[in-house]
């Protein structure tokens, strides 16, 4: 089936979106991530800190092309509407945890953001599986950053 330009230009407004709400991410961390986060008590499973941006730029990525793929499928509607839920949470987080170093906080913003991420995965799953399965690395992801935002919020109390 051939992709309209239409549908061309919807993928371009997801992939602008959320490489926005990763852009904002990246500035509310730049300065935290080289001064006050090497400088907090971490657990021994913390990942090297190279390793977060490209992932979570293959998260941004994937969760477009999911948002695309149910647009496409059911036009604007509920999963819709919790996928921008969960990303307006994702982009709270890194304000909370590095730019206001509220790591508590953080941690109930991230457990939300779980949540949200859950109810978007079965919502997208039910519209179009591609794009719920296009969000499970997401969640295995977000499940671990939850672990270790929970961690990182109990050894600097």
Do not use: C, E
């Not at 992709?3 to 500035?27: D, K, N, P, Y």
């Not at 006050?36 to 941004?60: C, E, H, M």
């Not at 499970?136 to 950053?145: H, M």
Request: net charge positive; glycine share 8%; charged share 5%.
């Amino acid at each position: 089936m051939a992709i309209s330009a239409r549908h061309w230009l919807a993928l371009v407004g997801f992939l602008v979106l959320t490489l926005g709400v990763a852009a904002l991410s990246g500035a509310a961390t730049a300065d935290s991530v080289r001064s006050w986060y090497p400088s907090i008590n971490k657990p021994s499973w913390t990942p090297p800190s190279w390793l977060f941006g490209p992932v979570w730029t293959l998260l941004y990525l994937m969760m477009a092309v999911a948002a695309w793929l149910v647009w496409r499928q059911a036009g604007w509607g509920g999963a819709l509407v919790m996928f921008g839920v969960q990303l307006l949470l994702n982009a709270l987080w890194s304000p909370l945890f590095f730019g206001w170093q509220q790591i508590g906080w953080a941690f109930v913003d991230i457990v939300a953001l779980w949540l949200a991420i859950l109810a978007t995965t079965i919502l997208f799953w039910q519209i179009v599986p591609a794009a719920g399965i296009l969000f499970l690395p997401y969640l295995a992801w977000v499940s671990f950053a939850t672990a270790l935002n929970f961690a990182l919020w109990r050894l600097n109390v």
